[in-house]
Nanobody, 125 residues
Framework: QVQLVESGGGSVQAGGSLKLSCAAS????????MGWYRQAPGNEREMVSTISSSAISSSTITYAESVKGRFTISRDNAKNTAYLQMNSLKTEDTAVYYC???????????????WGQGTQVTVSS
């Protein structure tokens, strides 16, 4: 079975830091693009950051403009885990953060996308 288990969320003061983890199982992790998304009350879910699998090409990293320079995405294929380091947190970062994996066991396979359960991040002023 496929599982994406998130951890590391919590409540911090503005200016503080948190590191989110996403432990994946049941997926060909090295062949998965990983991403972090968030959804704040009253808003649609938005992309925060993505990191490609680098299975057949160089790794590609993207960030939403609102988090550039503050957040860093990374992955450890040996641990089947993706991370999101969040620094200089702002109250606007308050949201439920979701981990996602888009996986292709072969380069020609149709991609399949999986989601974690979400973890709450609350930033207080």
């Amino acid at each position: 079975q496929v599982q994406l288990v998130e951890s590391g969320g919590g409540s911090v003061q503005a200016g503080g830091s948190l590191k989110l983890s996403c432990a994946a199982s049941g997926v060909p992790f090295s062949n998965c693009d990983m991403g972090w998304y968030r959804q704040a009350p009253g808003n649609e879910r938005e992309m925060v950051s993505t990191i490609s699998s680098s299975a057949i090409s160089s790794s590609t990293i993207t960030y939403a403009e609102s988090v550039k320079g503050r957040f860093t995405i990374s992955r450890d294929n040996a641990k089947n885990t993706a991370y999101l380091q969040m620094n200089s947190l702002k109250t606007e970062d308050t949201a439920v953060y979701y981990c996602a994996a888009t996986c292709k066991p072969y380069w020609y396979s149709p991609p399949k996308k999986y989601w974690g359960q979400g973890t709450q991040v609350t930033v207080s002023s």
